[in-house]
């Protein structure tokens, strides 16, 4: 099983077959998950850390659960946001941390480039949960592991990505991911929502459902991120839903069989019908949570054995 990495900070670094072992790794903890005895041990007499500078259920609990299914001590930090100054307080935080020898540590932070800077201050390994606009690592192997079980494959699909493109980290790092894998690629959302210079990524670009979901196989829907807006960026969320929103009727133009995505927490009624998202024939949300303890316990699993072999070696 290929993966060279001490700290998992984003896709941009991982090589396909890195991707390939996490998901293959995680298809086993699938399978655990689903038993009454959850237990495993890759992760005996191993501290993790959970710190989260930024508001999260799913993420946070997943990454709980799965510390703790695999025999780690886990300990979760919630720290408001409001209450932390950036950059020193960050790096003390960590260094203080630091000093308590955890092994794993599991970061979100509402600023880009955070969770990199931290990496390089401490001795165990770094694991992003989400640093601001830029990058989610285990949202987009969980996601890749939804779409290879439902679709069969991970390569050759034609994915659409749609919504709050401009501040979802989300969006980034399935971006990479899909890329690397070989899908076709489109975004679609309002211009205001869309980066700059996107279209120079080898993706397509729409600004309307119809077009942009004809012969799709994943929609794969975002949350309008408004803590990350300063204003300006949608008319009203009435008219978003109208012109951006998923249901049944803009889903037509899709293939038959397209599966639909969302991340959560899901504003309904805003960026996705409310009953198209529980439809089960249709809608994977809930097979993306249960992804989310399974790739976790895989991503942890794999960076316990890089940290466990690199000590050894040191020793
Ligand atoms: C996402 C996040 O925090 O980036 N949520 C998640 O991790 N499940 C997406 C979002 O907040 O919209």
Not at 139 to 164: F, P, S, V
Not at 242 to 268: E, F, T
Request: hydrophobic share 40%; glycine share 8%; charged share 25%.
């Amino acid at each position: 099983m290929p993966f060279d990495q001490r700290h998992l900070l984003g896709i941009e670094t991982l090589r396909p077959d890195e991707i390939t072992s996490v998901l293959d790794l995680a298809e086993d903890y699938v399978a655990l998950n689903r038993q009454s005895d959850k237990h495993a041990d890759a992760l005996t007499g191993l501290t993790q850390i959970n710190m989260f500078f930024e508001n999260s259920t799913r993420t946070q609990a997943s990454f709980e659960l799965a510390g703790k299914r695999l025999g780690a001590d886990v300990m979760n930090m919630s720290v408001a946001a409001s209450s932390v100054k950036k950059g020193e307080t960050l790096i003390d935080t960590a260094m203080t941390l630091n000093a308590m020898h955890p092994d794993l540590l599991v970061v979100r932070h509402p600023h880009s480039g955070a969770v990199d800077l931290l990496a390089q201050k401490v001795n165990c390994a770094v694991l992003n949960a989400g640093d601001g606009r830029h990058e989610h690592p285990t949202q987009a192997l969980l996601d890749a592991l939804t779409i290879r079980r439902a679709k069969g494959r991970l390569h050759r699909l034609n994915i659409a990505i749609c919504g709050d493109i401009a501040h979802s980290r989300v969006a980034r790092s399935n971006l990479l991911l899909l890329g690397k894998m070989e899908n076709r690629l489109r975004l679609i959302g309002p211009p205001t929502l869309m980066p700059s210079g996107i279209s120079d990524f080898g993706v397509e670009v729409y600004d309307n459902m119809r077009d942009g979901l004809a012969d799709v196989d994943v929609v794969m829907m975002l949350r309008l991120q408004k803590e990350r807006m300063d204003g300006g960026f949608i008319p009203s969320e009435r008219e978003y839903f109208h012109r951006y929103g998923l249901d049944a009727d803009k889903l037509s133009h899709a293939k038959p069989d397209a599966i639909v995505m969302h991340p959560g927490p899901m504003n309904r009624g805003v960026e996705i019908d409310g009953t198209l998202a529980d439809d089960i024939n249709r809608s994977v949300i809930q097979d993306q949570v249960e992804m989310g303890v399974a790739v976790r316990m895989a991503a942890m699993d794999l960076l316990a054995r890089n940290l466990r072999a690199h000590r050894a070696g040191a020793a």
